[in-house]
């Protein structure tokens, strides 16, 4: 994909207009995991409300995400859901080292859409295999988003893995998972309590104990390809009490 190509998608993912726009006179490109959606909006929102140009910002995977970061996409901050692909990133020279922190934490949960009557309880062994049925279980593709493998981890500890393997519906995020229970076509899935909360139309069953996958973080860096003048204030904002409480009303926790 052309870098002119990647600004043209992310301006429309931000649901600006697609029109020829220098760097000084736009807010920082941000490219963040899916399951920010509401939580980033507001803060990008309120930073717009305080006399700056407001944050453009690509929502997606976070597989999906680094991709774009490798291939040279023109952004300015990166908050992928682990620390796997900022890892990744880093790796390949693409980040300001010194900017980075992990600023926000997050719960795995089990959901049904709203009028749903199954009932289940996590534990080991449980029966999530006979409670879908024939059906499959939603989730993020395990081999690439960080909301599987946190997921694959979570059943694996509970001895559900092999029953469940075969018989997922794997999505290249978080939030199309959300949407194939929310819609009926997956009787379960496991998403982030934030994407749950963020529905009126699924019911969260359970909630995975943290200790059965590892943390769920979410870290912030800046790219080492930025260029936006205020990129640098709006990840202090970000990381600040006034933007921590943002995601804090969203059901995010906060280091």
């Known amino acids: 994909m052309s870098l002119l190509r990647i600004v043209t998608v992310v301006l429309l993912v ?8 220098h760097a000084q006179q736009r807010g920082p490109l941000v490219l963040a995991a899916a399951s920010l959606r509401e939580a ?25 995400l680094a991709r774009q970061v490798e291939a040279g996409a023109p952004a300015d901050l990166f ?38 009557t199954l009932r ?8 999530l295999a006979r409670a879908l049925g024939n059906a499959r279980l939603a989730m993020a593709d395990p ?3 960080p909301a599987g493998r946190y997921a694959k981890a979570a059943l694996i500890h ?13 999505s290249d995020n978080v939030r199309t998972a959300l949407v194939l229970v929310e819609r009926g076509e ?36 800046m790219l080492r390809g930025s260029t936006n003048p205020d990129a640098s204030a709006f990840r202090r904002f970000l990381i600040s009490r006034e933007g921590k409480a943002i995601f804090a009303r969203h059901g995010f926790g906060t280091r």
């Open 158 to 170: 509970f001895g559900v893995w092999p029953s469940v393997a075969p018989r997922l519906a794997r």
């Open 186 to 221: 997956a009787p379960l899935g496991i998403v982030y309590a934030t994407d749950a909360r963020a529905s009126n139309r699924v019911r969260v069953l359970a909630t995975f104990p943290g200790g059965s996958h590892p943390p769920i973080t979410y870290p912030l860096a």
């Open 14 to 21: 931000s649901g600006c207009t697609a029109m020829p726009v």
């Open 120 to 127: 289940l309880s996590i534990g080991r062994g449980f029966p």
């Open 40 to 64: 980033l909006t507001e803060a990008a929102d309120v930073w717009g409300s305080q006399r700056h140009a407001r944050p453009v910002i690509a929502f997606a995977g976070s597989s999906a």
């Open 79 to 116: 908050i992928p859901a682990d620390e796997e692909w900022m890892d990744h990133v880093a790796g390949k020279g693409l980040i300001r080292p010194d900017s980075r922190v992990a600023f926000l934490s997050n719960q795995l949960v089990l959901i049904a859409p709203v009028g749903s």
């Open 143 to 145: 081999d690439s988003v």
